[in-house]
């Protein structure tokens, strides 16, 4: 695996701040009534997406589900044209069609931003299909929330995946509950990264909570993909701090169990080996973070003054 | 007082966190609020101090987006400006509901039919062939043209096709481009979705309709709204074809018509093609559109033969209706294999009652032809359809719907649907002749808006 590099560290503590202020503010935004319907926070889980893509190649492909603001956050697109989706305004990345749950960014090679749970995975497993297809070298990232690990078209893809050789990393995102039913109430059998073994696929497990554990494992599994065996698994342990959506109160679970993983903050632990490693003083991070709060403001700001789409927009694009 | 809800309007405040004084960081904790659902927690987003606590504990139905407290810095002067007005928030309502009724008041033409005209110039076959055969060429015509398009489904390849409708495709094209899946509809359907979006342009052969609702979800969820819900980047270049309802005696669970079921769907374009001659110049306009297309083809036709186009570029466009018989006296709206008994009707219509029978067949049902259509009704004044299908909600139904709206004077008589009745399809030979629409229903449907007894 190459060395981390100074600048990297940087990257990933940026990255994940970015995530966490802007869900952040979403939440408030949604509070105010400025986003409407279902909405979905990534807080606790920003290690996840920022160490994955911390081994991505820009032509490799992403999908994944509805919880998706931080994969577009990581995968380098605009906050600004993300907050202005989420308020179903102009400018958002579907021009106010799509909102929080459905998300794209083509040219970023970024297919969703997926609300139907488990259709992502066949559908990551097509985009794999068409980078071999296309003799290119590149792969698709197909994250996987724990409670798709329990629908059947998840094992029809595994199957299809193992069977023509295709280039997909699967990312199990184990934030251990699906909505309100612990993963220990809907899955019979809890390692799930070893549901593709009679597939022949190989899985482990990682550490979600820390980015230097998911890097290492993310770049293993890349490597083994983009090498032509087939696909293979990881499944990432990890939290999520808020509800399953913003109406949920969570109270399925106990304050104990969250304050636990609160202790193992992802952002902490990489800020603690910033300046453990003297990578970064105490103000140059304190200038990352204001940085980061005022470009998140700034991307509400420009997210609640976009326009609403014309009235026109709404017969476009159902036919190209 | 956030809204923690979509239907929240007012919430109460359970206890305060923070008190006056304190410092608070983004993602700290301030407040517990009670809403119409449950009590939860409230995090504070900016930074800074405590100003002022706006509510006490225990105060009860606070309006959604009233401020409850004030952080800033304690240096600055006016934080209390910051909050949202109510009025704003009312404003925002009003341009909403201005939105919604001007929806309402649309017309539900959301497809503009394009009426381009068929090239009736045609370079007709000297040999007859099958419409099994008129598939099978265009789409290994298309392959020759295009390396993106690629055939996927059960028994495709080794097998040849469960009707033979891909026969030698394998032989020329390889199993890279003609790829046998395993029995997992939901699976490969959701698979080639993907591809599509992509950038190639599967074929994808359901060996029945009836199995396409194993994968009905990637059919509409993904296939049909993508390119709505990414404002336009995602396209997805699929055809979706096999056959669709009744066999012969295959029974309730292989028999289903599924047109009116896809035909509903906004993003998806059906065909339902009737004679090996449009079958062909109509799979060569699916396969090279940009969007999902259904493809109905019928069982019991693949062996129908008839003359084609041999030209690799003749094709025709989708969302034009073809008027196979003229007449004067009444229109038969129609479309795949009720065609051809529409067709043997019409010749006893006329020796038996001296009736002339305008037909159309259909073609394409999304976008459906209502121009072709409401031309004939005002010059026949009566109008009944014919169909496989269930009669609740059916095309012959939204027809109808259109003809009184549109043509509702030039009527002299209700329209007539002639369907299949309106249970599962039954196996044994004599129910499921009863089950399908018969030439005497439709001769009996078009006395019936002719006033013959």
């Keep these: ?320 | 007082m956030p809204a923690l809800s979509p239907t929240m309007t007012e919430g109460n405040l359970s206890k305060w966190l923070i008190k006056k004084g304190d410092t608070v960081k983004a993602g700290d904790l301030i407040a517990e609020i009670e809403t119409d659902k449950a009590t939860m927690e409230v995090e504070a987003v900016d930074e800074g101090v405590v100003l002022d606590l706006l509510f006490k504990e225990g105060e009860a139905n606070i309006p959604v987006n009233k401020a409850i407290a004030i952080i800033g810095d304690p240096n600055e002067k006016d934080q209390v400006k910051k909050e949202t007005p109510a009025e704003k928030v009312i404003e925002e309502k009003k341009i909403q509901t201005n939105i919604e009724k001007k929806i309402e008041n649309k017309k539900d033409d959301i497809i503009d039919t394009p009426s381009p005209k068929i090239d009736q110039d045609t370079i007709l076959s000297s040999e007859e062939i099958t419409m099994r055969q008129a598939l099978r060429d265009t789409m290994a015509e298309e392959m020759r043209k295009d390396n993106k398009v690629f055939i996927l489904g059960e028994e495709v390849a080794e097998y040849q096709g469960a009707y033979k409708v891909t026969q030698d495709l394998l032989q020329e094209f390889g199993k890279e481009r003609v790829l046998d899946t395993p029995i997992s509809e939901h699976g490969f359907t959701g698979l080639a979705v993907g591809a599509a979006f992509k950038g190639l342009r599967p074929i994808l052969e359901f060996m029945t309709f009836n199995f396409s609702m194993q994968a009905i979800d990637q059919i509409i969820n993904s296939a049909a709204k993508t390119l709505y819900m990414s404002g336009g980047q995602i396209n997805c270049p699929i055809v979706f074809r096999g056959p669709n309802g009744a066999a012969a005696q295959v029974a309730a669970q292989h028999s289903q018509d599924f047109s009116s079921w896809y035909s509903q769907v906004p993003g998806l374009k059906v065909i339902a093609p009737s004679t090996p001659y449009n079958a062909k110049g109509l799979l060569r306009s699916a396969i090279s559109d940009p969007n999902p297309v259904i493809f109905l083809e019928n069982e019991i036709l693949y062996g129908l033969k008839g003359p084609v186009n041999n030209d690799v570029n003749f094709s025709i466009p989708i969302g034009k209706a073809n008027i196979e018989k003229e007449g004067k006296d009444l229109t038969i709206v129609t479309y795949s294999i009720m065609l051809q008994k529409s067709k043997e009707a019409a010749l006893r219509l006329k020796e038996e009652y001296n009736l002339d029978a305008e037909i159309i067949d259909l073609q394409t049902l999304r976008p459906l032809d209502t121009e072709t259509i409401l031309n004939s009704v005002k010059k026949t004044n009566r109008l009944i359809t014919v169909e496989e299908s269930w009669p609740f909600g059916s095309v012959g139904s939204e027809i109808a719907n259109i003809v009184q709206r549109d043509a509702f004077d030039y009527l002299d008589s209700p329209v007539i649907k002639v369907n299949s009745a309106n249970v599962p399809m039954p196996y044994s030979l004599s129910l499921e002749k009863l089950y399908l629409p018969q030439i005497d229903d439709i001769m009996n449907a078009a006395k019936k808006v002719s006033y013959i007894k």
């Design chain 1, 1 to 320: 695996m190459k060395k981390l590099q100074k600048a990297d560290y940087i990257k990933m503590y940026s990255f994940m701040l970015k995530i966490r202020r802007f869900e952040e503010r979403a939440a408030q935004l949604y509070g105010m009534g400025k986003i409407g319907g279902f909405c979905h926070l990534y807080i606790g889980q920003e290690a996840v997406v920022v160490g994955i893509l911390m081994t991505i190649d820009k032509n490799d492909s992403v999908v994944t589900t509805y919880r998706d603001h931080g994969h577009m956050i990581a995968r380098g697109l605009d906050p600004k044209r993300i907050m202005a989706e989420l308020t179903g305004r102009e400018d958002g990345y579907s021009a106010g069609k799509g909102g929080s749950m459905h998300m794209f960014s083509k040219e970023n090679n970024f297919y969703g931003g997926h609300g139907i749970v488990g259709a992502q995975v066949p559908i990551g497993t097509g985009i794999a299909f068409t980078h071999k297809y296309n003799g290119e070298n590149n792969i698709c990232r197909t994250y996987i929330g724990d409670g798709a690990m329990n629908n059947g078209q998840v094992f029809e893809a595994f199957n299809l995946a193992a069977l023509w050789k295709l280039p997909v990393l699967y990312i199990i995102e184990n934030n251990k509950y699906g909505m309100g039913t612990s993963v220990d109430r809907a899955a019979a059998g809890l390692d799930l990264y070893k549901r593709g073994e009679a597939f022949g696929i190989p899985g482990e497990k990682v550490d979600g909570m820390n980015v230097f554990s998911v890097i290492e494992a993310a770049d293993k599994a890349g490597k083994y993909v983009r090498e032509g065996n087939g696909p293979y698994i990881i499944e990432v342990q990890t939290y999520r701090y808020r509800g399953h959506s913003m109406s949920d109160p969570a109270k399925y679970r106990t304050k104990e169990e969250l304050d636990n993983y609160k202790q193992t903050d992802p952002i902490e632990i990489v800020k603690a080996e910033i300046l453990k490693k003297k990578i970064a003083t105490n103000d140059e991070i304190e200038k990352i973070n204001k940085d980061t709060l005022e470009e998140i403001k700034n991307a509400a700001e420009f997210a609640i003054n976009s326009p609403f789409p014309k009235d026109s927009e709404l017969y476009t694009d159902v036919y190209l």
